[in-house]
């Protein structure tokens, strides 16, 4: 499986949101490999995004995404949830993610399954957080 360049996360937010559909997102898990194939995403700019993270300037909670491009920004959210976002912005740009909102998964099923307590395959990534549950993503990695 072939990993995007940096290259391609220097870009345009909206731009890369589109272009990430259909990427596979692999995550190992101790010696598991779990992945998916990215079916919806979600664009979040800086200073014109009210939505994002980085629109009221840079905190110790988003400074990912005034980061390096390509690298994962992951965060807590409602007290119980991660979400993961890939850090993603145009050069002449301070901050930019994207949203990874639901895959349909391939490699490591039941290992998401058991990850998410469930024994269905309906539902099991449709959601920033069910599939952040599901490959057992969470701060302690990036």
Same mark, same amino acid.
């Given at each position: 499986?072939?990993?995007?360049?940096?290259?391609?996360?220097?870009?345009?937010?909206?731009?890369?949101?589109?272009?990430?559909?259909? *990427?596979?997102?692999?995550?190992?898990?101790?010696?598991?490999?779990?992945?998916?194939?990215?079916?919806? $995403?979600?664009?979040?700019?800086?200073? /014109? /995004?009210?939505?994002?993270?980085?629109?009221?300037?840079? $905190?110790?909670?988003?400074?990912?995404?005034?980061?390096?491009?390509?690298?994962?920004?992951?965060?807590? $959210?409602?007290?119980?949830?991660?979400?993961?976002?890939?850090?993603?912005?145009?050069?002449?740009?301070?901050?930019?993610?994207?949203?990874?909102?639901?895959?349909?998964?391939?490699?490591?099923?039941? #290992?998401?399954?058991?990850?998410?307590? $469930? #024994?269905?395959?309906?539902?099991?990534?449709?959601?920033?957080?069910?599939?952040?549950?599901?490959?057992?993503?969470? *701060?302690?990695?990036?």
């Amino acid at each position: 499986m072939k990993v995007l360049p940096r290259e391609f996360y220097a870009r345009n937010t909206v731009t890369v949101a589109k272009e990430l559909l259909g *990427k596979n997102l692999v995550h190992k898990n101790g010696n598991k490999i779990i992945s998916g194939t990215i079916i919806e $995403t979600e664009a979040y700019r800086y200073k /014109d /995004d009210p939505a994002s993270h980085a629109f009221r300037g840079r $905190t110790e909670r988003n400074k990912a995404m005034f980061g390096e491009v390509g690298r994962a920004y992951v965060y807590f $959210t409602y007290g119980m949830y991660y979400c993961v976002n890939a850090v993603s912005r145009s050069e002449n740009v301070e901050a930019g993610a994207v949203l990874i909102r639901a895959l349909k998964p391939q490699k490591g099923i039941e #290992i998401m399954k058991k990850n998410r307590k $469930t #024994i269905r395959l309906l539902n099991l990534t449709n959601g920033p957080a069910k599939l952040t549950q599901a490959l057992k993503i969470n *701060k302690k990695q990036y």
